[in-house]
């Protein structure tokens, strides 16, 4: 199976242009996340959706929104880019019960570039 | 508030062990997560500790002692492919994860 895609692989974006960066998994997870990985920092968490039709906030998810119409797709939307949203995004999914611990899996990341 | 910290970076010969630690402190824990993330790829898991002890899968061992807000990873009869970064995850109150920033492991021949 394929697990969990992303796209683009990388981008170049003009400050100020806006931005969907797509997420698909073939798991049936009913949670997934996105996630920013900077340099010398941990993973920070954007958004998370813990099933589809609902949305939560992480640690850093202002300039960022997500929506979950489906099961499968969880795209991350930069309305207005600005440079310091350089960073590599990682989307992941994990078959979360509530309450119980659980294993995400990731997608192979996004490069984006904002100048 | 919540912290992890584990060191940057570590060298190793081929063949030999070694110990990447981690520490933490945190006002509610519900498991601690050890990730293996090649350089430009996505992470990948490695394991999962939600009582102290070691959990030995392979050439790779995870400790947990919650009381000293410890862990670690041995790896063993390291290979060239091991050369990697370690990330130490812990698992708060609300089953949310905190990632730690990852200790970058260097094999040499």
């Known amino acids: 199976t394929a697990g969990i895609t992303q796209a683009p692989t990388s981008q170049i974006l003009a400050a100020g242009r806006s931005m969907t960066l797509r997420c698909t998994q073939d798991?049936?997870?009913?949670?997934m996340y996105w996630y920013r990985q900077d340099l010398g920092l941990g993973l920070r968490l954007i958004h998370y959706s813990n099933t589809a039709g609902t949305t939560g906030k992480g640690e850093v998810p202002d300039g960022y929104s997500v929506s979950r119409a489906n099961t499968d797709d969880f795209p991350l939307t930069l309305a207005s880019a600005v440079p310091s949203q350089t960073s590599v995004y990682f989307c992941?999914?994990?078959?979360?019960?509530?309450?119980?611990?659980?294993?995400?899996?990731f997608g192979p990341g996004t490069r984006l570039t904002v100048l | 508030g919540q912290n992890i910290d584990q060191p940057t970076e570590m060298t190793a010969t081929e063949g030999a062990i070694v110990q990447i630690n981690c520490t933490y402190q945190?006002?509610?824990?519900?498991?601690l997560f050890w990730y293996q993330q090649h350089a430009g790829e996505a992470p990948t898991f490695l394991s999962y500790?939600?009582l102290d002890g070691l959990e030995e899968k392979g050439r790779f061992s995870s400790f947990l002692s919650r009381s000293k807000g410890y862990s670690y990873l041995l790896l063993k009869e390291l290979q060239m492919k091991d050369s990697a970064s370690y990330l130490c995850?812990?698992?708060?109150?609300?089953?949310?994860?905190?990632w730690g920033a990852g200790t970058k492991l260097i094999i040499k021949p």
């Open positions: 992941a999914s994990s078959d979360r019960t509530s309450g119980e611990t659980d294993t995400q899996y």
């Open positions: 995850v812990l698992m708060d109150s609300n089953y949310q994860l905190i």
């Open positions: 945190t006002s509610g824990f519900n498991g």
């Open positions: 798991m049936r997870h009913n949670a």
């Open positions: 500790n939600v």
